[in-house]
């Protein structure tokens, strides 16, 4: 069974930058296409940005598109989320979750099938 865990949240000014990491653990992750998602309070879990198994293809949503990245060490089982420019309307708790796949990325959450507990991120104005 594939377990996540994210790390790096936490409380940072509108216009700063926060590292997320999700590591993996009881599985290999480069068998697994990666994403990150967010969730606010009263709202939608929403598409933030995906990853394929190998790191060769991503995908960001057109909120994230110039800001954030994400990347992958499968060496060290991990995936991030590098975020700058945060907003005030980016505070919510974000997810990591995983999928096996092939050489492509997955935007949707329901075609994920392992999701970590979440991380929390404020973003003050």
């Known amino acids: 069974q594939l377990q996540l865990v994210e790390s790096g949240g936490g409380l940072v000014q509108a216009g700063g930058s926060l590292r997320l990491s999700c590591a993996a653990s009881g599985r290999t992750v480069s068998s697994y296409a990666m994403g990150w998602f967010r969730q606010a309070p009263g709202k939608e879990r929403e598409f933030v940005a995906a990853?394929?198994?190998?790191?060769?293809?991503?995908s960001l949503s057109d909120s994230a598109k110039g800001r954030f990245t994400i990347s992958r060490d499968n060496a060290k089982n991990t995936v991030y989320l590098n975020m700058n420019s945060l907003k005030p309307e980016e505070t919510a708790v974000y997810y990591c979750?995983?999928?096996?796949?092939?050489?492509?990325?997955?935007?949707?959450?329901?075609?994920?099938?392992?999701w970590g507990q979440g991380t929390q991120v404020t973003v003050s104005s």
């Open positions: 990853i394929s198994c190998s790191g060769g293809s991503t």
């Open positions: 979750a995983a999928r096996r796949g092939g050489s492509r990325y997955y935007m949707r959450a329901n075609e994920y099938d392992y």
